[in-house]
Every structure is written in C-alpha cells, then in structure tokens.
C-alpha cells in the first residue's frame, strides 16, 4: 500500500518516515524530486549540516514543530527542490535555485494530485522563501509589497515566516533564532494597525508604510 503525503505529513515525525522511504529505496520512486538531493552538496558555511537532502528533512521537523497545518509542512519539503538540478559545475552554489524550483513543484503537485492550497503553499514557498531572510537589507517600499503578497498567498504572513524560521534552524541549528522572524511580525502588525486613510492614494499608503518599515529595520539591525 503505498503512502500518501497527507498521511506523512500527519505523523509526529514526517521527516523520519521519508528518511525510511529513503534508506529502502522506494522514495526514489514516489517522491524523486527529494530522493534526488541526496548527495547534492551546498556551501559548508551556510549549511553545517551536509547535503540539501539532509536540510530538507532537518527543515521540514523544525516546521513541524511550528505548525500543523499540512499546506505549510508541504511547503518546508519541497522549498529547496530547485536545488537538485543545480548543473554539477556550479555546485555547492545554487544560484536562483528558488525560481529553478517553481516547475519542479509544479510537476510534483500534480503529478501527486495534492490539494490546491498546498500546491499554492508550495509554489509561493520555494519562490519566495530567500527574499523573506533579505528583510532587514530590502529597500522598504519592496518590504512593504512583499508583505502584500505574502499575506494574499496560500502560506500568508505566518507561514511564510515559519518556514524562514525552520529554514534558519534546519542547519543543526534547532535551537536558533532568526533576526527576520520577529521583524516580519512587528512589520505586518504595523502595517496592519495603520490602514489607508480616506483620502490617501495607494502610493502614498505605501510610502507611509514604508517609512514605518525602515524605522523597524533600523532598530533590529542596531538592536
């Protein structure tokens, strides 16, 4: 009987039971666009941790412990899928591996026919999940629409945030903290707490914003 992502996803520990399909071969036919990063190597400064294989698993337990929520935990699985097709010469580099990995997650959805929020979930995910660790140096008009479209997508402003938290702590680093992960928040809520105004063009509202965004930036870069 062969499993189904929903049913892992569910369990306390997905990563171990993927880490089994692993060891027995039969991940490398259910899931392929994770058995494959076995062995691809990333940079030893960033990634302690070994080969993207392993930061997969490692990332997707730190989000299982953030959340529940299966859409979110697909995301975490599948954010660094792009990586595996990386060409040999470039490695351990993997340059916009994000946007390399958008069809590979495509592919991977339909051919395993989840449901449309995780698909959304892990589209956004993997495009995205390398600008969320860039807040603090964003210019902040950017910040500001990235945060827009965050909350408009499928993982939203939280799960987005989780999944940079869990990418931080996938490096053997379970424990760790994440200098965007607070920021994001106190963001969001600003923004949140200080709707456009009756007269206020969306230009302007963005600005304001934006001013408010930088003051955030600023304090956690000197905090």
């Not at 399909?21 to 990063?37: D, F, H, Q, R, Y």
Request: charge should be neutral; include cysteine; proline fraction near 7%.
């Amino acid at each position: 009987m062969k499993p189904t992502l929903r049913a892992i996803m569910l369990l306390q520990f997905p990563d171990n039971h993927l880490r089994y399909m692993e060891k027995n071969g039969t991940l490398k036919k259910w899931l392929p666009e994770i058995s494959c990063l076995v062995g691809v190597t990333q940079p030893e400064s960033h990634h302690p941790e070994g080969d993207v294989f392993e930061h997969t698993m490692q990332v997707l337990a730190e989000m299982k412990k953030l959340t529940s929520q299966p859409e979110r935990l697909f995301a975490a699985l599948v954010h660094d899928v792009g990586k595996g097709v990386t060409p040999i010469e470039l490695l351990p580099k993997h340059h916009n591996h994000e946007k390399t990995g958008v069809p590979i997650v495509e592919e991977l959805a339909n051919r395993m026919g989840v449901p449309k929020i995780w698909k959304e979930a892990g589209l956004y995910g993997t495009e995205h999940h390398g600008t969320f660790h860039r807040l603090l140096e964003m210019r902040p008009p950017r910040v500001v629409d990235f945060l827009n479209g965050a909350s408009k997508s499928a993982l939203g402003v939280e799960g987005l945030a989780q999944l940079g938290l869990a990418d931080q702590r996938g490096r053997n680093n379970p424990d760790g903290l994440h200098e965007c992960f607070d920021a994001c928040f106190e963001m969001w809520e600003f923004m949140q707490s200080n709707p456009a105004l009756s007269h206020e063009r969306p230009e302007d509202v963005r600005m304001r914003h934006a001013k408010g965004i930088k003051d955030i930036q600023q304090r956690h870069k000197n905090g």
